[in-house]
């Protein structure tokens, strides 16, 4: 059974950073893709980044290509959202997604819709 456990968000600066964690309970027994994605009421959801843990390829949306970076832990079976340079406009609910859609399904365009498996969801909030 997957299980998704967010933690780290918070208020922060503009400029300032922020780490995310989500826990996999599932992490350690297969290879997942697991994305961040991230909503503000009134919008859709949209994705923020994504990972396939069997080979840690990565994928980012243009809007935090070089300020966030998405990493796994197996170890700890918990995948990390670093926020730097965060901006007003990166506030959000930022949501943890897993799926097992293999490597070709983990692919450069993922949607919403791929993942079967949410968290419950962490505010993100930046101030100017």
């Known amino acids: 059974q997957v299980q998704l456990v967010e933690s780290g968000g918070g208020s922060v600066q503009a400029g300032g950073s922020l780490r995310l964690s989500c826990t996999n309970s599932?992490?350690?027994?297969?290879?997942?893709?697991m994305g961040w994605f991230r909503q503000v009421p009134g919008k859709e959801r949209e994705e923020v980044a994504h990972?396939?843990?069997?080979?840690?390829?990565?994928v980012y949306a243009d809007s935090v290509k070089g300020r966030f970076t998405i990493s796994q832990d197996n170890a700890k079976s918990t995948l990390y959202l670093q926020m730097n340079t965060l901006k007003p406009e990166d506030s959000a609910m930022y949501y943890c997604?897993?799926?097992?859609?293999?490597?070709?399904?983990?692919?450069?365009?993922?949607?919403?819709?791929?993942?079967?498996?949410w968290g419950q969801g962490t505010q993100v909030t930046v101030s100017s």
């Open positions: 599932a992490l350690k027994y297969s290879f997942f893709c």
């Open positions: 997604a897993a799926d097992l859609l293999g490597s070709s399904g983990c692919k450069a365009v993922v949607t919403e819709g791929d993942f079967g498996y």
């Open positions: 990972i396939y843990t069997g080979d840690s390829t990565i």
